[in-house]
């Protein structure tokens, strides 16, 4: 089993900067976030992947958003700049044993607790 737990949510203001870690139990592949808003599904912000480091990311928000990784700790980080209000999400961190990028929530297998986001205008 494992296991990953999120940190690094708040309130922050329109413009401002967060970053979101992601502390696995062990060493993993795959590892993505996603956020979900209330009332809407949990859909895909960023991925990365441990083979050959290839990223991806929404549309939403490439140019503000960087997913990286410390292999040594096996955490995962979210640098969010630029911050909206249409930021404003519970984030998840989320882990896969398979190789490449996932950006879908069926391409992982293991789930964090969520760790919430708000932006404010």
């Known amino acids: 089993q494992l296991q990953l737990t999120e940190s690094g949510g708040g309130l922050v203001q329109a413009g401002d900067s967060l970053r979101l870690s992601c502390k696995a139990s062990?060493?993993?592949?795959?590892m993505g976030w996603f956020r979900q808003a209330p009332g809407k599904e949990r859909v895909f912000v960023a991925t990365?992947?441990?083979?050959?480091?290839?990223?991806a990311y929404a549309d939403s928000v490439k140019g503000r958003f960087t997913i990286s990784r410390n292999y040594l700790t096996n955490t995962a980080y979210l640098q969010m700049n630029s911050l909206k209000p249409e930021d404003t999400a519970l984030y998840y961190c989320a882990a896969d044993t398979r190789l490449s990028v996932g950006t879908t929530t069926m391409e992982y297998d293991y789930w964090g607790q969520g760790t919430q986001v708000t932006v404010s205008s």
């Open positions: 990365i992947n441990r083979s050959d480091g290839n990223a």
């Open positions: 062990r060493s993993t592949n795959r």
